[in-house]
């Protein structure tokens, strides 16, 4: 079966996390994504947090898979000459170097375009063009910290808190194939190609919208109900870190189940719907509170809302958190285990659906990665290990039209 993307070609010249991510999802969906990496060396993940000595580590192997590998000097004039070919013959440039790196090797938007005008040149930067800070060099925890995630994350006694989801950088790398996927869509029509940026700071927060909501409502009104500072504790001018409260018009919380004691993921995210109280009354037991009118709406609820957490902790004391779902689930409760990454590895269900990928690598042999959580009904996502460093780099060449003479000149002189 032909692939939705295939036909379209993507010099991919991105490393670390944010751009990969990218690129790695195009690939999956059918397009040839060639990864430009530096000779000798390669994307610094190859190299970082390896769990087995000169192999390619999972960091690299889990966000380059399908691609193919290229490595060439493009700040030599062999290697400019090479990137130059390759742009006239591509449809996508994708890039997350720090601000500027692609303009000095020579490759602004403006000669990219005069190049291909059909050309797609898409890049993650820490901040948006323009922007005060955009000189910046950004990671994942920079990012998060300036888009307003590690601000609201945490608990209220307890400094801003990083999540441990890649909200700057696969998050972003999300963002940029939505907007590369819109400007082919567009060069369909005009058949010319543009310029797609996107900021980890901008895409942290366009996660973070709800918190720009409640910001405007504590303006106004001065206190947020959800909140567990309301309504025993107190509010600044500002949105404060919630804690596990949930963020939208249910209560919940994050509660102990059997175990916890020893077990650090022994718990359950419970949710309070509105109109689901009688039934959670019912699941624990607590019949006599469905028509009390201390308890029978949200807002009686609201003050004593950790009390009543309290005594749902008192009934999940003898079941584990899997015990308790299985109950839960049959009183329509939204509620989930705390699943750990081990459990999510082994998870039937996920492997079932290939979520959870084993992949296979020429050197370390079979690991795991996530794959696609996008599904298809007519497009079935083959994950492939990720390509060695320079792997393809003489096919690639060769389709370029060099000989053989030449391409070993090319790694001779290490512009290859
Ligand atoms: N051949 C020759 N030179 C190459 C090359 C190649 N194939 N690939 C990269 N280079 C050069 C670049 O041209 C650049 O050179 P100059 O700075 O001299 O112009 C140099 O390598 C370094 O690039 P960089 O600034 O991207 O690398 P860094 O390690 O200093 O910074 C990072 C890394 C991630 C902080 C920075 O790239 C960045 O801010 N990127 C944008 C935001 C982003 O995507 N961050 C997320 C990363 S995931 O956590």
């Avoid at 922007?131 to 910046?136: C, F, K, Q, R, T």
């Avoid at 206190?223 to 804690?243: A, I, K, N």
């Avoid at 959870?356 to 007519?378: C, M, N």
């Avoid at 792997?391 to 060769?398: A, K, M, Q």
Wanted: proline share 5%.
């Amino acid at each position: 079966m032909s692939k939705p993307l295939e036909g379209i070609k993507i010099i991919d010249f991105t490393h670390v996390q944010a751009g990969p991510a990218c690129t790695q999802m195009l690939a999956w969906f059918g397009a040839d994504v060639i990864k430009v990496e530096r000779p000798g060396a390669g994307d610094v993940t190859r190299s970082q947090l390896r769990d087995i000595p000169g192999v390619d580590a999972l960091y690299f192997t889990m966000l380059n898979s399908n691609k193919r590998s290229l490595t060439l000097d493009t700040k030599m004039a062999e290697g400019k000459e090479i990137l130059t070919k390759l742009i006239k013959e591509s449809d996508v440039l994708v890039e997350n170097f720090g601000p500027g790196a692609l303009d000095r090797m020579g490759f602004t938007w403006e000669h990219i375009r005069e190049l291909n005008p059909g050309m797609i040149v898409a890049s993650v930067k820490g901040f948006s063009d323009g922007h005060h800070y955009e000189d910046l060099k950004v990671y994942e925890n920079v990012a998060q910290c300036a888009g307003g995630a590690a601000s609201t994350t945490g608990f209220d006694d307890g400094p801003p808190t990083v999540s441990a989801a890649a909200l700057g950088d696969s998050n972003t790398g999300m963002h940029l194939a939505i907007g590369i996927l819109t400007a082919l869509r567009s060069r369909d029509v005009t058949g010319r190609g543009q310029k797609v940026a996107v900021s980890m700071q901008d895409s942290v927060l366009n996660l973070c919208r709800v918190k720009l909501r409640d910001q405007q409502r504590l303006d106004r009104v001065g206190y947020l109900e959800e909140y567990p500072q309301y309504p025993h504790g107190s509010f600044s001018d500002v949105v404060p870190r919630g804690g596990n409260a949930g963020g939208g018009g249910q209560p919940g919380w994050v509660l102990k189940c059997k175990g916890w004691e020893t077990d650090p993921n022994a718990y359950i995210y419970f949710t309070i719907q509105g109109h689901a109280w009688a039934p959670i009354c019912r699941a624990i037991g607590k019949e006599e509170w469905i028509d009390d009118p201390a308890y029978m709406t949200a807002q009686a609820r609201q003050d004593k809302i950790f009390d009543i957490f309290g005594t749902i902790e008192e009934w999940l004391k003898d079941k584990t958190k899997f015990e308790a779902v299985d109950v839960l689930r049959k009183f329509d409760i939204p509620c989930s285990p705390v699943l750990s990454m081990k459990e999510l590895a082994n998870d039937p269900s996920l492997r079932a659906s290939g979520t959870i990928a084993e992949v296979d690598h020429k050197e370390r042999g079979k690991y795991l990665t996530v794959g696609s959580p996008i599904k298809f009904s007519d497009l079935k996502v083959e994950i492939k290990g990720s390509p060695l460093l320079g792997e393809h780099t003489d096919e690639i060449l060769e389709s370029l039209g060099y000989s053989q003479n030449q391409i070993a000149a090319l790694h001779e002189q290490r512009v290859v």
